[in-house]
């Protein structure tokens, strides 16, 4: 999502990007699924294979003992205190893991892969009891040829003057789609491209694409919050950062350096939507039920997300101080919500809109969430704090999930779901309903599109205009049976002038050079657009239709970017020129947005019920498109700009801040300068003052009183209990 304001001199804008997704518990299962057990990291997703500790495959120097217990996998463990012992595995795959126990009695290890060491490993927990089963080591996104890797005990740790200990539980190689992979890599070798930094391909242009870092946890949702930090949030799955003995589903990324810092979640965030409020407080909200018996047969810890609202406060200064709270007892929706959108309204407070009150696939009136709420919570027509039902989305069901929003400067909002769009007056909850968009391409989920409002100038007084792209026609009320992950997706872009003359006008639509469905739009400080990632055919989600891919609903990715030029003439606004192509396949759970720096940011796909190597595998690496005024003289801001009032002024020269708040929002945001079309870096500021969005305790006490913690899953258990 991204609010934009863009003058002659200045583009100030708001980064926090989050894609559709579908929830865990879908019908799928897994024949391990039955019961709970314990937590242990180990996990062998599809396309990978284990190899337990007494495999022929693994061999071993030095003295190692060998443990036998239920605990281990495949009942079998080896360790060793000898000083210099090894463990060494030769395989054929694209990624390995080290499985083993941790304990007081455990220290470090040296890895080596292909001959060359590349990590200390300390296995050392202030712990009597063992925790089993854990990763130790991984590495993934390796040539898809043969590896070696090697493990010396150390027999030492800090602090210790006792020999320690390592052990091997078993490793798991990372198959993947091998013929895929090594297809892949002879044709980018043949093309004499530059492999330096990956296997990406840079273009013979200004543009360059490279892929550098990984994520550690999958980026299905990416909002950046400083200008060295972006925030990544998943799903609970089986990620392999880990936190707290059990897989991260958040982290910090370091984007300097491309390091991660996993963070701590309580609920499960698959589903969710966010923003920012006035005072920069970043919120996410909704989600799925506990991750139980349909998706695993661990216990990853996690609480019931469909009614969280999980609060990330501004941590610029210091990321130790990156924390997100939960609070469900105290700080909660009204009603559940899975695939919401949220957006910020101009007092810097945020509004909730739609979803569904439980998983599936396409919406339906039985699960529908047809209302909107606010975050704090507000009395709208005496609602006291409660939803606010919106006829709109009953009326667009049943591809409706995840709606389109924008605040216009008028203080209304922009909605568009399924086929329609509508105007909103969330003030007096009125609603005026827009000619319907053309040739029946539907544009939320699972039809996903994207959107985004156009650059608002002072020039025509602030006159909004919205742009949809992508998408698909196919009949949301077919089965999943009928529908194929190869039906055609959707070329079309529409925009409307959202003004009286331009909405008798109606959409004006133009095609963009390749359908796609599931696309990112970033809005770049040029004012220029950026359509990346998506499926040449097929629908959002996994496991539903025909032909799957995997189990991907969508197949034919489109590698290639497209740059999109929103003043030139109509039949001239496209254009994939120079623009490099990519070899990873961007599609159901993928990202992009803008970076301080000015290049884009690119992570994410993951089609699958849970981490998965097969194609399209879960994709961890992330990649940098650079526009080619990242390495051209750049204009700079030599002094910081903290704080751009409504109305008032700043800087060596004169930056004049919006109007009010329904141009921007108040809240964070991202100044750049732009001078000759090339923009400097960008500056984060606080548009208006700074302040939190207006509080009513009273309300806040009436929606908690009127509303039960997780509803949903204690509805569950007494229907479960009942029968």
């Known amino acids: 999502m991204t609010n934009t304001i863009a003058t002659y001199s200045a583009v100030i804008v708001d980064t926090y990007a989050a894609k559709a997704i579908v929830p865990s518990w879908n019908g799928h299962t897994t024949p391990e699924s039955v019961k709970l057990t314990p937590f242990t990291p180990y996990y062998v997703p599809p396309g990978a294979k284990s190899y337990d500790s007494t495999s022929p495959f693994v061999s071993y120097k030095g003295e190692w003992t060998d443990q036998y217990s239920t605990s281990y996998v495949g009942k079998s463990l080896r360790s060793t205190s000898d000083p210099g012992a090894e463990v060494v595995m030769t395989f054929t795959g694209t990624g390995i893991e080290w499985f083993g126990n941790r304990d007081k009695t455990h220290g470090v290890a040296a890895v080596m892969i292909d001959g060359q060491t590349v990590e200390e490993v300390d296995t050392y927990i202030n712990r009597t009891t063992p925790f089993n089963q854990q990763r130790l080591y991984w590495r993934f996104n390796m040539e898809p040829t043969s590896h070696t890797i090697k493990i010396i005990n150390t027999a030492k740790r800090a602090g210790s003057t006792r020999k320690t200990i390592i052990d091997v539980d078993a490793f798991v190689v990372t198959r993947g789609d091998l013929l895929d992979s ?414 301080p720096s000015g290049n884009i940011m690119i992570a994410g796909s993951n089609p699958n019920l849970d981490r998965s190597a097969v194609r399209y595998g879960t994709e961890y690496r992330v990649e940098w498109l650079n526009p080619p005024y990242m390495s051209l003289n750049r204009p700079k801001i030599q002094s910081q700009i903290l704080q751009i009032p409504f109305g008032g002024s700043k800087g060596v020269f004169t930056i004049q801040g919006p109007p009010h708040g329904n141009v921007y929002p108040p809240g964070p945001a991202w100044l750049y300068i732009v001078v000759d079309g090339i923009p400097s870096e960008g500056q984060k500021v606080m548009v208006g003052s700074g302040n939190g969005p207006p509080v009513d305790e009273d309300i806040i006490r009436n929606v908690i009183d009127n509303s039960a913690v997780d509803q949903y899953e204690s509805s569950k258990y007494e229907n479960e209990n009942s029968e």
């Open 182 to 595: 090594i297809t892949r890599r002879v044709a980018l070798n043949n093309s004499d491209l530059d492999f330096k930094e990956a296997y990406t391909p840079r273009a013979i242009s200004d543009w360059s694409l490279i892929q550098k870092g990984t994520t550690g946890v999958h980026a299905m949702q990416l909002a950046i919050i400083s200008d060295t930090h972006a925030l990544i949030i998943d799903k609970v799955e089986h990620n392999p950062a880990s936190i707290d003995g059990h897989p991260a589903w958040a982290a910090l990324y370091n984007l300097g350096d491309h390091s991660i810092k996993p963070l701590r979640m309580q609920s499960n965030s698959f589903c969710a939507g966010g923003t920012f409020l006035g005072n920069g407080t970043l919120i996410n909200v909704g989600g799925n039920p506990v991750v139980e018996t349909y998706t695993s047969a661990a216990d990853f810890g996690d609480l019931d997300g469909l009614q969280a609202i999980r609060i990330l406060e501004p941590c610029d200064l210091s990321t130790a101080a990156c924390e997100i709270y939960e609070n469900h007892p105290r700080i909660r929706m009204a009603s559940p919500r899975w695939y919401n959108s949220v957006i910020r309204l101009g007092d810097g407070s945020a509004m909730i809109i739609g979803g569904a009150r439980k998983g599936g696939w396409i919406n339906n009136a039985t699960v529908n969430n047809p209302t909107v709420e606010y975050y704090p919570p507000k009395s709208i027509k005496g609602s006291n704090g409660m939803p606010v039902r919106l006829p709109f989305l009953t009326n667009t069901l049943n591809s409706n999930l995840f709606p389109i929003a924008f605040v216009l400067p008028d203080g209304k909002v922009f909605i568009a779901a399924n086929r329609d769009a509508m105007i909103y007056d969330w003030q007096t909850d009125t609603e005026r309903y827009l000619p319907q968009i053309p040739n029946g391409v539907r544009v939320t989920y699972p039809m996903t599109g994207t959107a985004l409002l156009l650059p608002l100038s002072p020039e025509n007084g602030y006159v909004p205009e919205v742009l949809l792209c992508g998408g698909s026609s196919v009949d949301d009320t077919k089965p999943g049976y009928e529908i194929s992950s190869q039906d055609p997706s959707s070329s079309q872009c529409s925009r409307m002038v959202l003004d009286g003359s331009g909405i008798s006008l109606g959409w004006q639509t133009e095609d963009m050079p390749q359908a796609r469905v599931m696309p990112d739009a970033v809005l770049l400080p040029t004012g220029k657009i950026l359509i990346v990632n998506g499926a040449g055919s097929g629908i959002s989600g996994y496991g539903n239709v025909m032909d799957q891919v995997g189990v991907s609903n969508a197949d034919n990715p489109v590698l290639t970017p497209v740059l999109y030029d929103p003043l030139a003439p109509k039949g001239g606004r496209f254009s994939s020129v120079g623009l490099p192509t990519s070899s990873i396949p961007r599609l159901y759970h993928s990202v992009a947005t803008l970076t």
